[in-house]
Every structure is written in C-alpha cells, then in structure tokens.
C-alpha cells in the first residue's frame, strides 16, 4: 500500500523560509511525477510544483524564483524548498504521486497517491 506523508510545516513571518518534505513507501511501480499542491480555507487545490523520474521541473507561476521542488530517489523523499514566503502561501501543503498526462502536471486529478497534509502559516 502507498503512503506519503509529509512534513516540515509550520509557522513563519513574511520573508521567512521552510523546507517540507514528503517520505513514500510501499511502491510497485514508482509513480513517474511527484508534486506539492496547496489548499487555503475556501480555495480549490492548486498545483505548486511538480517533478519526474527524469528530473524535470514545473512550477506554478505564483512560486517560480521562489520555490524548489527536488527529489532524493534512494530515500524516497520528496522536497520543497519555499523562500521569500508570503501570507498568500499559507495554506495546508499536500504531496502527491501520479502518472499525469503531458502538460496535466499542476492537475490534481492526474494525481492517484496524496498524503494527509501539513499546514504552512505565514504571517505578517
């Protein structure tokens, strides 16, 4: 059975930084992307970033120059380094496994594995 669970989350001031991370396990056929994707009280789940088996990065346009996403295959872990974080990132962080379709990266329904959440707060 897949798991994922992430962590790293908590409480920052504007300008600050946090790293999350995300541990799988229990694959049979790793999974080809790996994404982070976000949700704040009253919004739909937003793709923040994804990466392939092969390296390669997408990012939402909100993120970009500001968060990396990276991956350690023999760990299983799957990063997310947020920078110049702003109240607008506060949200609950989700990581998620899948194999979605050509440009569907930031797509959560592409998306068969996600783990329970861990909550980023940025204040003011």
């Known amino acids: 059975q897949v798991q994922l669970a992430e962590s790293g989350g908590g409480s920052v001031q504007s300008g600050g930084s946090l790293r999350l991370s995300c541990a799988a396990s229990g694959y049979t056929s790793k999974p080809y992307t790996m994404a982070w994707f976000r949700q704040a009280p009253g919004k739909e789940r937003e793709g923040v970033a994804a990466?392939?088996?092969?390296?390669?990065?997408v990012y939402a346009d909100s993120v970009k120059g500001r968060f990396t996403i990276s991956q350690d295959n023999a760990k299983q872990t799957l990063y997310l380094q947020m920078n110049s974080l702003n109240t607008e990132d506060t949200a609950m962080y989700y990581c998620?496994?899948?194999?979605?379709?050509?440009?569907?990266?930031?797509?959560?329904?592409?998306?068969?594995?996600w783990g329970p959440g861990t909550q980023v707060t940025v204040s003011s």
């Open positions: 990466i392939d088996t092969d390296g390669g990065t």
């Open positions: 998620a496994a899948g194999w979605p379709y050509t440009n569907m990266d930031l797509v959560p329904s592409w998306y068969n594995y």
